[in-house]
Nanobody, 124 residues
């Protein structure tokens, strides 16, 4: 059974940084592309960033490009999201998701597993 456990969320001031982690278990981690999505209160879940199985291909939502960095450590079965220059409107629950395939993808329908989420609060 695939399990994803996010951590690293919390309260930060606007302009600050957070580093999220997602520990995966239950299936060979290096077989899968991974992604981060987020859901703000009252809104739909949106794509944030994705990385392929080997870590050499990444894509970002336009709104975070240049400020966020996704990375992975296959030896530790973990994917990370470093978020810099955070904005209050980026207050959301951040979800780690595991792709059905090995590539990077921004499409939610390509993801089969997700964690419980980690809450970030960005104060103004």
């Amino acid at each position: 059974q695939v399990q994803l456990v996010e951590s690293g969320g919390g309260l930060v001031q606007a302009g600050g940084s957070l580093r999220l982690s997602c520990a995966a278990s239950g299936r060979t981690f290096s077989d899968s592309g991974m992604g981060w999505f987020r859901q703000a209160p009252g809104k739909e879940r949106d794509f944030v960033a994705t990385i392929n199985w080997s870590g050499d291909t990444t894509f970002y939502a336009d709104s975070v490009n240049g400020r966020f960095t996704i990375s992975r450590d296959n030896a530790k079965n973990t994917v990370y999201l470093l978020m810099n220059s955070l904005k209050p409107e980026e207050t959301a629950v951040y979800y780690c998701e595991r792709n059905k395939n090995d590539h990077a993808s921004a499409y939610a329908k390509e993801y089969a597993y997700w964690g419980q989420g980690t809450q970030d609060f960005v104060s103004s």
